[in-house]
């Protein structure tokens, strides 16, 4: 497709079970990037992949998060033992190579946590 | 400027009205700067963007105004429609884009027609 794709748009889980989150950026984008946005907020930033580089994992909020992206291409953000404040919305970007290239949104997942 | 909580700060306007929404940011190392459209169920829309060696940069009935020595951005919507009722974020970054980008709170613009 031509935009970012993220999969499930919707997710209910109970408290205390794992969930995937599944991102496929924009063909030929090498940046990637996962934020989290609840609601009524701004959005916080959790992670970023740039190219074969270690990931910046600097905002993640817990060891219950991580993130991988198998090939340059798909990424996964995998919570575990999700609790209720993990409820949100979560939006995967992507960005071309190149200076000063602007972030493509997907139109992100939605998690409740039951 | 920033906002804390639920309540996102509101610009109501009427249809054919001129908008302008403002940012505030605080890190002076901060070189690229963009907004987003987020309409309700949508992740954020690219609008606009603009480098910290310009001061103005004008798209289609949108523009962009940076005041570096205030630290302040600003977008302006001309001829405001219906249509671009939404929550407009500020966004910047440094190292040319290469950092992560960092969103402030958003502004929600209503448009009565």
């Known amino acids: 497709g031509a935009g970012v794709s993220q999969s499930p748009s919707n997710k209910v889980t109970e408290k205390g079970k794992d969930v995937e989150l599944r991102c496929d950026p924009i063909?030929?984008?090498?940046?990637l990037y996962w934020y989290r946005q609840s609601l009524g907020q701004g959005l916080e930033f959790l992670i970023y992949f740039q190219g074969n580089s270690a990931p910046d994992k600097s905002g993640l909020p817990s060891d219950r998060f991580s993130a991988e992206r198998t090939g340059g291409s798909v990424s996964t953000l995998t919570i575990q033992r999700t609790q209720q404040e993990d409820s949100a919305v979560y939006l995967c970007?992507?960005?071309?190579?190149?200076?000063?290239?602007?972030?493509?949104f997907g139109n992100g997942t939605r998690l409740t946590v039951t | 400027g920033e906002s804390v909580g639920l309540h996102l700060p509101t610009l109501s306007v009427q249809e054919g009205d001129n908008s302008i929404i403002n940012c505030a940011y605080s890190n002076s190392a901060s070189d690229y700067f963009i907004w987003y459209k987020q309409e309700s169920g949508k992740g954020p829309q690219f609008i606009i963007d603009?480098?910290?060696?310009?001061d103005k940069r004008q798209g289609q009935r949108v523009t962009v105004l940076l005041n570096k020595t205030v630290k302040h951005l600003s977008l302006q919507i001309a001829a405001t429609q219906p249509g671009d009722s939404a929550v407009y974020f500020c966004?910047?970054?440094?190292?040319?884009?290469?950092?992560?980008?960092?969103f402030g709170k958003g502004t929600m613009l209503l448009v009565s027609p």
């Open positions: 966004a910047l970054s440094w190292n040319s884009g290469y950092s992560t980008l960092t």
């Open positions: 603009i480098r910290s060696n310009m």
């Open positions: 970007a992507s960005r071309a190579w190149g200076v000063n290239s602007p972030l493509h």
């Open positions: 063909s030929g984008h090498t940046a």
